[in-house]
Each structure stands twice: as C-alpha cells, then as structure tokens.
Nanobody
Framework: QVQLVESGGGLVQAGGSLSLSCAAS????????MGWFRQAPGKEREFVAA????????YYADSVKGRFTMSRDTAKNAWYLQMNSLKPEDTAVYYC?????????????????WGQGTQVTVSS
C-alpha cells in the first residue's frame, strides 16, 4: 500500500512564497505520475500540477503556470511544489496524489493514492 505524507503549507501574504513536499512509502515508482491538486471551500478539487516519475515531464494548470514549479527527487521518493507570487485565490487545501500510469492526467479520479492535505492560506 502506497502512503503519501505531505508537509509544508501555512499562511503567507500575497506575493509571498511557500513550498510543499510529499513523501511516498518506499518502493519503485517507475511508470507512475505524481500530482498536486487543491480544493477551496465550496469548490471542487482542481488540478494544479503533475510530473512523470521516470522522465520528470511536468504539466501545470493555466492558473499557476509561471508561478508554481513542481519537481521530484527519485532517490527520496518525494516530490515538491514551489509556489511563488502567491495570490489570495490560491488559498485552498493542497493534496498530493499518485497514479499508476505513466502519462499525466488532469482528473482526480485517475489518481490512486492521496495525501492527507495541507492548508495554504494567502492573505491580501
């Protein structure tokens, strides 16, 4: 069973930066894709970013492109989300996720494993 543990998040002023981390239980994740999603109060969970584990290819939602950067460390079984130039509309609970497919999916239903979520709050 794959377990994902998130860390990071918190409260920051608009224009500031935060970093999220997700650590996965030890195993090989070739042909997996890792993602970040977020859910604001009263809204559906939405795709933020994803990365293919083997090739490190990334894809971002238009709303975060140019501000957020996703990376992974295969030796540590971990992936990260560096969030810069944060806006109040980025406020949400952020979830890391993993899917047992080599290609990137934007749909949360395609992901098999989820972290517990971490709150990110951006004040104006």
């Amino acid at each position: 069973q794959v377990q994902l543990v998130e860390s990071g998040g918190g409260l920051v002023q608009a224009g500031g930066s935060l970093s999220l981390s997700c650590a996965a239980s030890g195993r090989t994740y070739n042909n997996y894709t890792m993602g970040w999603f977020r859910q604001a109060p009263g809204k559906e969970r939405e795709f933020v970013a994803a990365i293919t584990w083997s090739g490190g290819n990334t894809y971002y939602a238009d709303s975060v492109k140019g501000r957020f950067t996703m990376s992974r460390d295969t030796a540590k079984n971990a992936w990260y989300l560096q969030m810069n130039s944060l806006k109040p509309e980025d406020t949400a609970v952020y979830y890391c996720a993993a899917q047992r497919k080599w290609y990137i999916s934007l749909h949360s239903d395609d992901y098999d494993y989820w972290g517990q979520g971490t709150q990110v709050t951006v004040s104006s």
